[in-house]
Every structure is written in C-alpha cells, then in structure tokens.
DNA sequence: GACAAAAGTTAGACATGGCTAACTTATCTA
DNA sequence: TAGATAAGTTAGCCATGTCTAACTTTTGTC
C-alpha cells in the first residue's frame, strides 16, 4: 500500500513515463509535422479538383494563407515526393498516391471534425481546431472518435 | 428544398468554408506550432524541478529525444524570450512568466490525456497523441473537453 | 493579333529546429 | 588533488517552410 499521503481529492495525476517513451512520444510529434505539408497540401488539391474541377496555385495560395512562391516551391516538392503530377503554368493533378493521401487525410479531417462538434464545439472552432488536431490523431484514437461519434448519433 | 439528389446515407458531408476562414485556420496552426518549441520546453523544465529538484540539459534532452546542442540553442532562445533564467553550465530555472506558462501547459497536458483516456484509448496512446494535440486545443475546445470529462466521470 | 492583367516561377533571403565534431567546464573517483 | 569521465557549449552544417522582388508565361480584351 504505497502512495500514502493522500491530498485532499486531486482531479488529475501527473503519470511520469520512462524518459524513453516520452522521447518516442515527441519523436512522433516531429514526424507528423513532416508529413504535415504534404497532407493538406493533397487534401487542399482532392477539394480544389471536386469542387471546382481543378487545382490552381492561385487558389491553393489563397486557403492555405500563404504566397504563391511559396506554393510553387512545396508543389515541387510534392512532386519530387511522386503525389503529383503537373508541368509548369498548368494546374496540378494528383497521382494514384496522391489520390489515395487525400482521400485518408479528408476522411480523418471529417471525423475529427464531427468529433468536435459532438462535443458542443462551434462550426469555426472545430474546423480550426481540426486543422491542427488531425495530424496528431493516431489510428487508435481516431477509431475511439468514430465510436464515440456513433454513440453520440444513437443517443441524441 | 436545395439539395435533392440524396445519394445513399452519407454520414458526413465536407463543410465547404470561406477562403479567408480556411487561411486563417492554417495561419493559426502555424502559430501553434511557433509557440510549441516554448511550451513543451517550460512543460518539462517544470516537471524535473518538481520531481527531480533541478532541470538539467542531459535529462531535458533525453526527455525531447534531441541532443544537447540542439537543448542549449533552444534554452538561450528561451531566455531571449524571458521564460528562463540560467546561467552557463548551471541547471535551469524558470522565471515567473515561464512558470505560468508552465502551469497552463501541464493543466492542459492533463486535460488532453484525461479526455483521451476516458474514451478508452490506452495511456501510451493516449500521451503519445496529447504531445502533439495539446498545442491545436483552443480555449473552448479545452472547455469542451472539461465538460466531457465532468459527464463521464459522473456516468461511470 | 496586340497588349494589359493575371498567374506562375525564379532567385535569394531569413527563422526555426534539428544534427555532428570539437572544444570547455564541472564532477567524480582513485 | 590529479586525471578521467560526464556535462555543456560553440561552430558550422542542413532541411523546412515562409517571404519579397523581379522576371516569364498565359489569359482575357479590345
Ligand atoms: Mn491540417
Ligand atoms: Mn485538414
Ligand atoms: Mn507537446
Ligand atoms: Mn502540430
């Protein structure tokens, strides 16, 4: 019977972990943030196509919030990566890889975002929320956020 | 009556947003992730102090998973900003304004877990996930997440 | 079809946060 | 207390992702 010092009714308990399960823990952090451009990138590209049948830098530009060299440079990158595919001054189509990218991304992005509206959280919010969230959210918890959300749509 | 042709049970439909919402809420990701550096950092400086009496570049290196150039350049960055206190070769202190920001980050590092947790994620799962999610967590989400928590463990 | 406007690219700069190699300082131990 | 070991720093490199300024290409209009 250890941890006797009991303190008047604490909510949350600090769990220390090795120091090499934490490294991994921020280890993962960084290789999402890699992976980051490329995923809204390709998700912002499968929108562009689908609902105004193509992809233009400008336009990427625009809903990212950033400046058109700066599409142009991480365009080319993506191209070099093999998820698209497309010649100078032309619109951006996305590969098979690409393709299959976006439709992962798009999926866990709504699934988040559904999430955190179950949750009383506002459209805004959770869309921005969910920008962020979405690549730090692993197979296991988006599983748990999809089952809570079929709960929640049984419930209410 | 808009939107007739019913194509059978789509469980969710892609919210399509203003360019300028859709900008902003990669802009405010990109804000997270300047502050991310300093948080993590005051986070953990304050967790060693507490459990191990000082905070030491070894150990806060090994924590992150980086190595210790990589803790000294982000330490004198963190005494530029005036989260830190230290001079070289000493352990690390953190100032006020860094202590504060320390207690918001662990409060909600807890909160993140906690949550995860009670939607029956494991503890690794749920660390390794909150590492990264606590960053894109707004203020109302993180209430959302309180609220949520309340109602679970009066359920349960 | 010429030319103006819009879109896109190139070049070059900068901040961030990683790294290795080599050096300095502090701590431990015989 | 000397010498070895551990800890910490410095210098310099690299990749990423942002920017501005200037140039090129495409598009739209008269
Ligand atoms: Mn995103
Ligand atoms: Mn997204
Ligand atoms: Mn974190
Ligand atoms: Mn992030």
Known sequence: MTKLQSHGREPFETVDRAPEAQAEGFATVRQAH??????????????????????????????????????????????????VRR????????????????????????????????LGIDEETAERDAEGIEHHVSTTTLEAFEQALKQFRNHE
């Open 34 to 83: 890699e992976s980051e451009m490329a995923e809204d990138y390709v998700e912002l590209i499968a929108e562009l196509i689908e609902t105004r049948g193509e992809a233009r830098p400008v336009e990427i530009a625009e809903r990212l919030g950033v400046k058109p060299p700066t599409v142009t440079k991480n365009i080319s990158r993506l191209k070099a990566a093999g998820l």
């Open 87 to 118: 010649e100078p001054y032309r619109a951006i189509f996305l590969t098979d890889a690409g393709r299959e990218l976006a439709e992962a991304c798009r999926r866990r992005h709504r699934i988040v975002v559904e999430f955190l509206l179950s």
